[in-house]
């Protein structure tokens, strides 16, 4: 409740409520503390509770992870495993470097504790992102590295975007997630048809292994949208198992509105993508479809709505090998991170499935 009663006001009274600002300022926070090594070292060893599990052959300190889109350039690498994360995923990353779209282009809807965002993947590209990643301290956690496409190039292109950000990234990353899912890059959610993602997984599995010369390659995970029907999912799911993909994050945010409450209708006028707790049972049911679908044969990252230690538990129940966290960050503090790993190392045992394998030793 600490965080929820003194550090949450202040932060949401930052540029006079201006979302992206906040956001903005409490990442140079993080990277300070990221930069930080005998203080950083001291709240990793304080914060993060050891619930060990092994998920497409890496290991991670605990199943509880920050999401995409948090920490897209990679600043503040050092500062998660500090709030107790068991591993981060940064970006969306793209081969080029763009700014994004017109601001204002991140809202909060309060009461309905939700988030919707028009960013439109602004970064600084992959080249940049990887020369930060190399003049850094190793990370004390599995490091996932989300790319995208970057909004100048035609779809056309996509397959040699991607490529080009995987080239410059792979020595960083211990997975790559590929966003096709975005909705704030036009056309991109089109990357998700069959014969586009079975193009483009092909070509990123090739890549992957001349990258890999001979050694193991980085696990590549499809994320995956919200807003798909059940068939288009299906669909989506055989090329993934065709093309032996890694796993599949479920979900990125999503252009419905439900969940809103009535007196925030000015915030969910606004274009975009939506999370938080809105999309709690949209994204659970999803993990729970993809995880019947598969018959437990493709690991699922679960993201979207998970704002509570209970949340992370019924995500985990409907078949999520780990979970990923942005909103409940926002509005309930990293101490949910926490409570979140202690829930799930109570119950570890209920976990243990083909794609994700409980490890009870050396819990500190």
């Known amino acids: 409740m600490l965080y929820q009663n003194l550090a949450r006001p202040v932060l949401f009274r930052i540029g006079r409520g201006d979302a992206e600002k906040a956001h903005d300022l409490t990442l140079r926070w993080l990277t300070r503390l990221s930069e930080q090594r005998q203080v950083r070292n001291a709240l990793i060893k304080l914060n993060r509770l050891?619930?060990?599990?092994?998920?497409?052959?890496?290991?991670?300190?605990?199943?509880?992870?920050?999401?995409?889109?948090?920490?897209?350039?990679?600043?503040?690498?050092?500062?998660?495993?500090?709030?107790?994360?068991?591993?981060a995923e940064i970006g969306t990353v793209t081969a080029q470097p763009q700014p994004g779209n017109p601001q204002p282009r991140m809202f909060r809807a309060r009461r309905s504790q939700a988030i919707v965002n028009r960013m439109g993947f602004n970064n600084d590209g992959a080249q940049a992102l990887a020369a930060r990643l190399a003049a850094v301290p190793a990370v004390d956690c599995p490091l996932g590295i989300s790319i995208g496409k970057s909004k100048a190039v035609p779809l056309e292109g996509a397959i040699e975007d991607y490529l080009?950000?995987?080239?410059?990234?792979?020595?960083?990353?211990?997975?790559?997630?590929?966003?096709?899912?975005?909705?704030?890059?036009?056309g991109l959610r089109?990357?998700?048809?069959?014969?586009?993602?079975?193009?483009?997984?092909?070509?990123?599995?090739?890549?992957?292994?001349?990258?890999?010369?001979?050694?193991?390659t980085r696990p590549i995970l499809v994320k995956i949208a919200p807003d798909l029907t059940e068939p288009a999912?299906?669909?989506?799911?055989?090329?993934?198992?065709?093309?032996?993909?890694?796993?599949?994050?479920?979900?990125?945010?999503?252009?419905?509105?439900?969940?809103?409450?009535?007196?925030?209708?000015?915030?969910?006028?606004?274009?975009?993508?939506?999370?938080?707790?809105?999309?709690?049972?949209?994204?659970?049911?999803?993990?729970?479809?993809?995880?019947?679908?598969?018959?437990?044969?493709?690991?699922?990252?679960?993201?979207?709505?998970?704002?509570?230690?209970?949340?992370?538990?019924?995500?985990?129940?409907?078949?999520?090998?780990?979970?990923?966290?942005?909103?409940?960050?926002?509005?309930?503090?990293?101490?949910?991170?926490?409570?979140?790993?202690?829930?799930?190392?109570?119950?570890?045992?209920?976990?243990?499935?083909?794609?994700?394998?409980?490890?009870t030793r050396n819990h500190a």
């Not at 990252?301 to 909103?327: E, H, N, P, R």
């Open 164 to 186: 080009q950000s995987m080239r410059f990234l792979y020595p960083f990353a211990d997975y790559f997630a590929i966003n096709v899912s975005s909705p704030n890059t036009p």
């Open 190 to 216: 089109r990357l998700q048809d069959a014969g586009a993602l079975r193009d483009l997984l092909a070509a990123l599995h090739a890549e992957g292994l001349r990258l890999a010369a001979g050694r193991p």
């Open 50 to 87: 050891s619930a060990p599990v092994t998920v497409c052959g890496i290991p991670f300190p605990n199943p509880i992870g920050l999401a995409a889109g948090l920490d897209k350039n990679g600043v503040a690498v050092g500062a998660w495993p500090a709030l107790g994360f068991g591993f």
């Open 233 to 359: 999912l299906a669909q989506l799911l055989e090329v993934c198992l065709d093309a032996g993909v890694a796993g599949v994050i479920a979900t990125n945010t999503t252009l419905g509105r439900d969940g809103i409450l009535p007196e925030e209708d000015a915030v969910a006028a606004e274009p975009g993508g939506m999370s938080g707790r809105p999309l709690t049972l949209v994204a659970r049911e999803i993990v729970r479809f993809v995880h019947r679908e598969t018959g437990g044969r493709l690991p699922i990252i679960g993201s979207g709505g998970i704002m509570t230690a209970d949340d992370a538990q019924a995500m985990f129940d409907a078949g999520a090998s780990l979970v990923q966290v942005y909103s409940g960050l926002i509005y309930n503090g990293p101490g949910m991170v926490h409570a979140s790993a202690r829930r799930y190392r109570r119950t570890a045992r209920r976990h243990h499935r083909h794609s994700a394998t409980p490890d």
